[in-house]
């Protein structure tokens, strides 16, 4: 036995072999560009350069497996896009003039032409299409090589699954490795389609087992199974790229295999004698399990990307944290097209879908599949000393006022995060004008206040630090620093009492690269100690190179600051009366600490460890860990809303990203000792993807978002709970008829709730907006227009007193 599969791998082997030697012989890529255009008052796409310069909706020609690029360049202000629905593949959208967008497909070899057309299908039927012919390969002879009559059927369809990258997304129990959690389970697969055929529920073109199980690879959005992991699954979920990658043996290889699943016999692949075939190459797959090449402008383009929109949730060096760890030894099996369908798609556990969203191509999505295939590149350290030569005093603390300069209510003011335009509003909650816009730093992603309220403490992802007087008549930035290339987090000290009075005397940084914390001098901002996380896990005592620095909270009963390092898993007490040599006590928790609150009293602090879909309840006023409490999956509270449950008595509750739940932790051991530290209800959402909660004491309702819900309108929906009747969701609607909703606000009174819009700039009317909404009778009362991404919004009265 062992002899014939060693035949077997040895007949692979040189199937592999004969594939590499046929890829030196393909034909070589070629690319078009395509403009828009008007022609006697209708819009066309234009060729531009070759051949085709000046052809209006120019027919294009390639070979049958050929790589060929598509660049669309926007001539006009319209939205534009060339789509070949056949074979599901496009650009992305382009909107303004000048625009670019490029695809890069390998040309099918089973058609004689290829249709294009535009992706508003609006200005397709005034004429924006064309063809694409496709002729017989003319590349170099294929190696002739010795073909396989006798390889296991399975041993074939399993390679082929590796090759596909298909166990990124499937399970499949018999397959070691088939463990994805994207879309079907494939166990039973064979037994299920048939089922499926008998009673009518499939409604493809198929008569058999095999047929569908063939469409469903090469035509995967003929018929949408029901049965994702989490839930329906829905067109476009499954590259339909996949099936080129396979040889006409391996496709029959992986049909016979699943249609004999879970428990019939495998048919054997009948393989006739004489030359292999051809294999077209797919523009993105170096074959799985070898590390792809990147050209000097992709790599540097994907290192961006991937801190930009990536390394807050997998971390700088990919080890995982609220997403999963992406080093080579994980993604190396997955493949260039498996990674590359999940970064498109995205995840039920919240991750985005990228390319769904049009923020990837898909020549950017596989661009940075095969940029996580190689090891990450370490960024550079930032000493105190080069903290030191960032800091800029814009005015020195003599030259500002001694008293506020406005007759605003400054301490009704709303900070409000403008994440794309890298600003901040400093929006008056009486009037609603904006008092003033200043620049912050890249991707601003949270503002905190001083003790007495006065100064604004902004953090951008980029880890500048901006300081904001907001007694001056038009609030402005009175100091910048410099503590880190990655931060989330930035608190004060706030703390008053028989220990000193220490309100408005320094400032934190909590970096996620390099992983530390910096304190710094909260007048000046005046870098004064910088302090490693780099530490050992709480519960294997492994060293980490990257614990990353999550939330940040002030004490208002002790001199201390609570300090989350993500990926040891503890929650560091610093006491910071003597700054320069604070005391740190490490208090072992859970992983991956993320962000959350107080609870009613202040005393105990309640922070979402959400990879472990946990809540640590940490006691500031003992130091130590009070209780873990379990949730669904992925707590995402934001900072967490407090209010007095009719049954269970003072809760603090949290949403989730990948569950439609609130979920209320009892946080009142004297009065509710029997609930104290339990989750003790659960309210049902409409849908996941929440990122935060908010309510007010003297509010009757508890709101919730679900910004990251993949369905458009639960995205851009809100949810408000009644404190009397918490069982089920009062009211949810949608807040704007475009982009998404997130993180909501009160108003210093408490009378008012602040939502954000995410819209998009490129479209007029649609920039993003906050709306107000009267808390009392949840009627709309006022729209803040064309703000660029408003995300968080931070009411300086709320912010300080740690109301929520
Ligand atoms: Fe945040 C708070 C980290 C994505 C908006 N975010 C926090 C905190 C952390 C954090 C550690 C708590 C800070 C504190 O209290 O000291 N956020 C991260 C990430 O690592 C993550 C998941 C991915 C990333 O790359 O940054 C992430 N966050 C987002 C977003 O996508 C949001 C919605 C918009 C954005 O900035 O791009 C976003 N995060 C916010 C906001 C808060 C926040 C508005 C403050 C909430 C509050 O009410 O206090």
Redesign the pocket.
Known sequence: MKLVKFGAFLLLLAAVLAACGNRESRPSTKEYVLTTALENGNPVFLGVGDEINGLVNPRLSAEAGQVITITLVNGGEGRHQIVFPAIKVETATVSQKGESASVTFTVPGNLEELEYEDGNSAYTALGMKGVLAISEAQSAPVAQQPADPVLYTKELAVSSFQKGGCLACHTISEVPGAVGTIGPDLSEIGKLASQRIETGEYTGMAKTTEAYLLESIQSPDAFVSPDCLTGPCTKGLMPASVSEIFSENELKAVVNYLAALPDGEIKPVEVAAGPVEAQPEVAVAAPVGETPELTEEEFSWAKQTFFE?????HGTLRKG??GPALTPDKTLPKGTVGLAAIIYNGTSRGMPGWGTQGILTDAQTKTMAKYLQNDPPAPPELSLQEMKESWQLITPVEQRPTSPQTTRDWENYFIV?L?DAGQVAIIDGDTYEIVSTVDSGY????T?MSASGRYAYVTG?DGRLALIDLWMEKPEVVARVQTCYDA????VSKYEGPEGDFRDKYAVT?C?WPPHFAILDGQTLEPMKVVSTRSYTYDTGEFHTEPRV????ASHFKPEWIV?V?ETGQVWIVNYTDPMNPTIKMIEAALFL????WESTKRYFMVAANQSNKIAVIDSQEGDLEALVDTPAVPHP??GANWIDPEFGPVWSSPHLGDPAVVSVATDPLGHADNAWKSVRVTPLPGAGS??I?THPDSKWIWVDM?LNSDPVLARTICVIAKDNPAEVSKCWEVSTYGRT??M?YNKQGTEVWISVWGDAAIAGETGEIVIYDDATLEEKARIKDLITP??K?NVFNTVNDI?
């Open positions: 929109r990536c390394a807050g949730c944290a609220t995060t994440r991707a601003v992603h949270i905190r992802r989330r987090s930035v608190e909590g996620y999550a939330a940040i909270l989350n993500k993320h962000d959350g609150g934001g900072r990122l935060f908010k910004t997130v993180h606000e995300t968080g931070f929520y």
